[in-house]
């Protein structure tokens, strides 16, 4: 009898227990904003004697946050529109080949290209959500998709022994019944704590580098954070682009002569879709004390994607090669010339802004 009633009320200590509320979390829609952006790249040299310029520039992509892209694509006295390629990635990106056989004087030593875009760009917040806000269905990805932001490959390397120690001594593995957003937070801020920001020539980008120098600029840090979520089979991304900022907002920053090239990411939570995170901006501002939060599920509409992911795979034409081109930020060429020596060539690069905010969607 007095066994049964300890049992009894041991059941009712069980069933009163509460289980730990789970926050349920939406983004907030703040702004669209209709963005067109002018990218202007020329290389010059001298006695370069170049009879065939091969460009490759990137179609950028659509995106939650992006909309509605466009690119154009204009060579200096080409007389040919730019062909569409697919790269030969996984992802099977589409890239702009331009050829341009040199008719005119001027391309002998000099080549000029204008890449235009347009877009909406929605800036938007990640919130708890409340009880007044919709609930708003999330499909998971497709298992192809899924898979694709899973996978090895490029300079995103996470299958070697040494960087999985790395992560076990870094406490980056994730545990039993650890959320999507909850663990690609916890990974967020340990770079920000034990990772510097760095800017050098020629660096090594790839994840398994990073690790080891723990330091890097906006690229390798986006790769190694992507790296360590796809480890933790949290599917991720980098997002390789520009600033949007125009000349005005660029003179009230003082910053001067800067070609805006960053990298941002996002990877996929379940329920709540891509979330964007900016580790590398938090780094960069780690002197100035700013909160890493303000970088970590928030989009500003400030960024404009001009290709997903690094390490783009296409066939050069003009040596009849296979190419890794890391980051197409900027238009990649190559020549074929007959001259034996080749000086120094110039590159040099203008990036223009323009945006005007658009009505406020709702909530989506």
């Known amino acids: 009898m007095i066994l049964n009633l300890i049992l009894g009320l041991l059941l009712n200590q069980t ?18 904003v209709l963005f067109e952006g002018e990218l202007s790249f020329r290389a010059s040299g001298q006695n370069m004697d170049v009879k065939e310029w091969g460009i490759f520039t990137c179609k950028a992509p659509e995106l939650p946050t992006q909309k509605n892209v466009q690119t154009k694509v204009q060579v200096l006295n080409a007389k040919t529109a730019p062909v569409p390629v697919r790269d030969f990635s996984p992802l099977m990106r589409t890239v702009y080949l331009s050829r341009l056989p040199v ?13 235009s875009y347009q877009a ?5 917040k990640l919130v708890p959500a409340t009880a007044d806000m919709p609930v708003v269905k999330v499909e998971p990805l497709k298992e192809q998709e899924k898979n694709l932001y899973l996978m090895e490959w490029g300079d995103v390397k996470f299958k070697d022994k040494e960087f999985q120690a790395w992560m076990e001594n870094n406490k980056l593995i994730r545990q039993a019944g650890e959320r999507d957003l909850d663990f690609a937070r916890k990974v967020f801020r340990q770079i920000n704590y034990k990772l510097d920001f760095d800017l050098a020539e020629n660096m090594d980008r790839k994840s398994t580098a990073v690790s080891i120098m723990m330091k890097s600029d906006a690229g390798g840090i986006s790769n190694l954070f992507v790296a360590i979520l796809r480890a933790n089979k949290v599917p991720a991304r980098s997002l390789w682009g520009r600033m949007v900022m125009t000349a005005a907002e660029m003179e009230k920053q003082k910053i001067k002569g800067s070609n805006q090239m960053s990298v941002r990411c996002e990877f996929f939570a379940e329920d709540i879709g891509w979330v964007p995170a900016d580790p590398g901006s938090a780094l960069y501002s780690k002197k100035n004390k700013i909160d890493p939060d303000t970088c970590f599920g928030i989009d500003y509409a400030a960024f404009f994607t001009q290709h997903v992911d690094p390490n783009i795979d296409v066939h050069n034409p003009l040596s009849n090669k296979r190419i890794n081109i890391i980051a197409l930020q900027s238009p990649a060429y190559w020549i074929y010339t007959q001259a034996t ?11 223009k802004v323009t945006k005007r905010e658009k009505k406020m969607d709702p909530v989506k």
Do not use: H, M, Y
Not at 103 to 115: F, H, T
């Open 15 to 32: 069933d009163d227990v509460k289980k730990p509320v789970v926050t349920r979390w939406s983004f907030e829609n703040v702004e669209t």
């Open 103 to 115: 008719k005119e004087a001027i391309n002998k030593d000099l080549i000029d290209v204008k890449v």
């Open 120 to 124: 909406e760009l929605i800036a938007r």
């Open 341 to 351: 020596t080749l000086g120094t060539v110039k590159v040099t690069q203008d990036w």
